[in-house]
């Protein structure tokens, strides 16, 4: 990640520092904050007085932190930016239920695709994935089709932010490589993940744009390679999404 302007304030960065690390833990107390985050105990200690006293944090009865139910009223405002939001929770749903397998709904924000809705169908796999959770956009199908539609300005300004790193042996680190696959996202239409992300998991996705060609996110459906075969794979999912996202952008034009 890029280092911070001169203009940004330290102790608003600590607090989020300290923030993360409780999402992190899972909760934590003010020494294994101070420990984590390599600051004093008496600075940490400040910040989760504050954060306590605004309700953004409770404090367990074993003198723990952790992450307060008040981020769920701003993460209700975030989500409301997202005009196209319900239109698409319906279609995940629906792709979930027919595929049997996980859709999940991702926009991108700073140069991550953030999952901002996900659906369980009767035969998904259980994943680390979680609504609200960013990734980098170069080894998901999401964050592929939604990268490959951006401008050439914003995908090299991301790669050079985010950089290309390897979650599997298969996600791909070459730039090069990674702008050839992304013009064939372009040509086509859709994405694919084989391994990239999770080994064994594999995806298809297929992006949703605006009436102006703008993209506003991706839509995928993720199962397990056991259960994805050549056909099923390139045509059987894809046709899916394809149709779900023709549905969404119809509706779209109404709002």
């Known amino acids: 990640m890029a280092a911070p302007p001169d203009n940004t304030i330290n102790s608003v960065r600590t607090t989020f520092d300290i923030l993360e690390c409780l999402q992190r833990r ?8 101070a420990t984590d985050l390599g600051i004093s105990k008496g600075t940490v200690h400040n910040h989760l007085s504050t954060l306590l006293h605004e309700e953004y944090i409770v404090k367990t009865v074993h003198d723990t932190y952790e992450i307060g139910l008040r981020f769920l009223d701003l993460a209700h405002e975030a ?21 049997g397998e996980m859709a999940l709904f991702t926009v991108e924000e700073h140069g991550l695709g953030v999952c901002v809705y996900r659906a369980m169908g009767p035969d998904s796999v ?34 050079e932010t ?40 594999i995806g298809v996705s297929a992006p949703i744009f605006e009436p ?44």
């Open 26 to 33: 899972g909760g934590a107390g003010v020494t294994e904050v």
């Open 79 to 99: 989500k409301r930016r997202i005009t196209i939001y319900d239109l698409v929770k319906n279609e995940v749903d629906k792709l979930a239920e027919a595929s």
């Open 126 to 159: 259980q994943t680390p994935l979680y609504v609200g959770q960013r990734n980098e956009l170069h080894h998901t199908a999401v964050g592929k089709a939604i990268l490959a539609n951006l401008p050439a300005h914003r995908i090299e300004e991301i790669i």
């Open 162 to 201: 985010r950089g290309l790193t390897a979650q599997t042996a298969d996600t791909i680190t070459d730039k090069s490589q990674l702008l050839e696959e992304l013009a064939t996202v372009r040509e086509k239409g859709f994405a694919f993940n084989d391994g990239e992300t999770i080994k064994g998991l």
């Open 212 to 255: 102006d060609g703008t993209v506003v996110g991706a839509i995928s459906i993720i199962g397990p390679s056991s259960r994805m075969d050549e056909d099923r794979f390139y045509g059987e999912i894809p046709d899916m999404i394809t149709r779900s996202v023709n549905i969404i952008q119809i509706n779209a034009t109404s709002l």
